[in-house]
């Protein structure tokens, strides 16, 4: 008994020992950390006193701690930023799906300000804007050196008026001015229309209307087509969507699935991560779906393609997406500002992430300038065509009235290929599907 007891107080003394061992230099190392930081905040008093005394102009000081603010965010990812009060509203309008502008979702390069993308049916998609573009220059005015909010204020103005944005594009040798004249923009979040039997689900933004806008525009087409047993599938396109709120994303994807997960997020802490999972039902009750996508696609764009081609649940098409695949929080701050922080990643269903990656289209397409065609001038020879030629009698006239049809059908399919040639693959891979599917005729 007195051996077990002399053991016990020998592994006590022992475990005080050890721990006593190891938690000295951890907190001897936390305390070195807390002192420079101390030390660097210091630092930072200290040259804010002498800009504030010394500089060759009297300074504003809040204007100074603004900067410093969101440099400090800045130098994080090009997705962290100090929000001030105006910005913010805006952020906050903006979601509503109206604001005033030009219609351009940004992001900022290694100092450059790159076009991530134009919205739909806005001033600087008319004027032009293209997807990838750099804005070097505002109304002559240098980006090169200010943060991304300061850009974006240069880029804002009252309805109505006029700037001349400097764009340097990849193909285009010189760079060269385009003049836009600021509007409110509007976003119509989902736009919804037939060709043919298939529906076409255009998604230009993830704001709260996304998904009552896809619903009620879903449940148009599906009684224009006469009922749900006569649509063909659904075309999600998801092109030059720069993405949006979370929220949405979850539910347009839900809106296709049954079951399984939709999107993960993780952080630096492993418990802050969530799930988020579909529930059951199914808008088109398991009818074919294509996503468009394309360099323009982002964010929350992504998180939908993604989610439908892990679960195998759509054929995604297109070109790669955008590769935003960062998670940011805002957090209200004192002042009515706010601090716009990415705090997790996104995952896809298959755990991969779309960070800098992006979400590979299963079949590749480019898209193809539209091309004059002199088809009219060309008579098509056929054996109908020829002199002579032996007619078909043996067409009743609803036979005959259906051929007209499908030859109506084929010169529509024909000329949207010209105009949108990745449209007209999405509605060609729907109509192989369905001609594969049973019980087809």
Same mark, same amino acid.
């Given at each position: #008994? ?43 008093? +200290? ?9 060759? /102009? ?8 603004? !900067? ?50 134009? #919205?739909?049916?806005?001033?600087? #998609? ?46 285009? +040798? ?68 720069? %993405? ?30 969530? $799930? ?18 394309? %360099? ?13 081609? +892990?679960?195998?649940? =759509? ?15 805002? #957090? ?7 601090? $716009? ?18 979400? !590979? ?7 193809? /300038? ?64 369905? =001609? ?6």
């Amino acid at each position: #008994m007195k051996r077990f007891v002399m053991a016990a107080i020998g592994g006590t003394a022992a475990g005080v020992l050890l721990t006593t061992q190891i938690a000295g230099p951890l907190i001897a190392q936390e305390n070195d950390r807390n002192a420079s930081v101390y030390e660097q905040l210091d630092l930072f008093g +200290d040259i804010f006193e002498r800009i504030r005394a010394n500089y060759v /102009e009297e300074v504003d000081e809040a204007d100074l701690i603004e !900067a410093a603010i969101n440099g400090m965010l800045t130098s994080l990812d090009p997705h962290s930023s100090y929000l001030p009060p105006r910005d913010y509203d805006t952020m906050q309008v903006q979601t509503r799906g109206e604001f005033g502008g030009l219609g351009i979702e940004v992001t900022q390069e290694e100092g450059f300000i790159r076009v991530i993308t134009p #919205m739909d049916d806005t001033p600087a #998609m008319a004027a032009g804007v293209e997807a990838g573009d750099f804005i070097t220059h505002v109304d002559g005015e240098a980006l090169l050196g200010l943060t991304l909010e300061e850009s974006v204020d240069l880029m804002r103005g009252p309805v109505g008026s006029e700037i001349v944005i400097t764009v340097v594009r990849e193909e285009v +040798d010189e760079p060269f001015d385009i003049t836009i004249v600021r509007d409110r923009i509007r976003l119509t979040a989902v736009r919804a229309r037939l060709e043919g039997n298939t529906a076409i689900l255009r998604v230009s933004t993830f704001n709260d209307q996304t998904y009552p806008n896809l619903r009620e525009g879903l449940d148009e087409l599906i009684a224009e087509v006469g009922g749900l047993e006569n649509l063909d599938g659904v075309v999600l396109d998801l092109r030059n969507n720069p %993405g949006g709120l979370l929220s949405q994303a979850i539910r347009v994807s839900d809106a296709f699935l049954e079951r399984g997960e939709i999107v993960s997020t993780r952080g630096r802490d492993e418990a802050d991560g969530e $799930r988020y999972n579909a529930t059951p039902g199914d808008l088109i009750d398991g009818r074919p779906v294509v996503v468009l996508i394309n %360099g323009g696609s982002a964010s929350a764009s992504e998180i939908v393609a993604g989610a439908l081609q +892990d679960h195998r649940r =759509a054929v995604v098409v297109g070109t790669n997406s955008f590769g935003k695949g960062s998670v940011q929080t805002v #957090m209200p701050l004192q002042g009515e500002g706010a601090m $716009r922080l990415t705090t997790s990643l996104y995952y896809t269903p298959s755990g991969r992430s779309i960070q800098a990656l992006g979400v !590979a289209p299963d079949i590749l397409v480019e898209q193809r /300038e539209s091309v004059e065609s002199d088809e009219e001038d060309r008579p098509q020879r056929t054996e109908a065509s020829l002199r002579g030629s032996l007619q078909n009698s043996t067409l009743t006239e609803d036979e005959r009235r259906q051929l007209e049809e499908e030859q109506a059908v084929a010169e529509a399919t024909a000329e949207l290929r010209n105009e949108d040639y990745q449209l007209a693959y999405a509605i060609d891979i729907l109509t192989g599907l369905n =001609a594969l599917a049973p019980g087809s005729q």
